[in-house]
């Protein structure tokens, strides 16, 4: 697998062709008992296997379908749970950030700064991230196409961020629907930067519930293993110990009894990938 430039949050390295990061926690800080107990049971699971491990969640969900929708503590009740998170597991911690105002204070706990699909073209919220000397993980909109990805990255070297990861979280395809296109990985990994896939968001059926969004979590195993084939060095997951009690995202996280599992036959897949380098000469034009 062609090399990329590695990524060091903590000690997590994403870009080693040996390992498969994974990146989960529930979809919103839900309360602080229950970020701190989904971070202790997934942090177990991945010590057991080996696998290195990002906690996920965010402190407010800016774009949800309804405006009574819950968005979660917000930034500063937020960023001090998972400074909680931080200090009690040892993990590194990402959270979504939505504005400028947002950069200082999140930067001083977040490990991974990370933009929202549908916020990856704003140029002076990409260059407030990148000049924090945080990991700065992009998600590509849904309307974008890999290739426009380049764009991005040239923003974020711009300011001097080398601290760079790149996540595709499938493509609109019609109303209500997204799909995912595995080109994505190596395009978005010929620019020289780990790539994530986000394989519960890419199961979401956006608004498709009218006031809120669907999803299909049958499909996650299935997604994640295409994923690890097409060369990608995290898997991101929101997952959740109760997916029909889940306070955002539901429909499509993953259940916490199911994590250990899935993660076991990505590890599987990852070696036979890191056996060989089937990456293909991509063009970045």
Known sequence: MA??????????????????VLIGGPCVIESEDSALRHAEKISQIARELDVPYVFKASYDKANRSSVDSFRGPGLEAGL??????????????????????????????????????????QTDLLLAAGKTGRI???????????????????????????????????????????????????????FGYPVVFDATHSVQLPGGKGTASGGMAEFIPTLSRCAVAAGADSIFMEIHENPSK????????????????LLETLLALKEVVSRSDASPQVSVS
């Open 3 to 20: 090399g990329v430039h590695p990524v060091k949050a903590q000690s997590v390295t994403f870009g080693d062709p040996r390992r498969l």
């Open 136 to 190: 700065v993980n992009v998600k590509k909109g849904q309307f974008l196409s890999p290739w426009d990805m380049k764009n991005v990255v040239d923003k974020l070297e711009a300011v001097g961020c080398k601290q760079i990861l790149l996540t595709d979280r499938g493509a609109s395809f019609g109303y209500q629907n997204l799909v995912s296109d595995f080109r994505c990985i190596p395009v978005m990994r010929s």
């Open 246 to 261: 889940a306070l955002s995202d539901g429909p499509n996280n993953l259940e916490l009894a199911k994590l250990k599992g």
């Open 80 to 121: 001090k749970i998972l400074a909680k998170v931080k200090k009690e597991f040892g993990l590194p911690v990402l959270s979504d950030v939505h504005s400028i105002e947002q950069i200082a204070p999140a930067a001083e706990v977040l490990d991974i700064l990370q933009i929202p699909a549908f916020l990856s073209r």
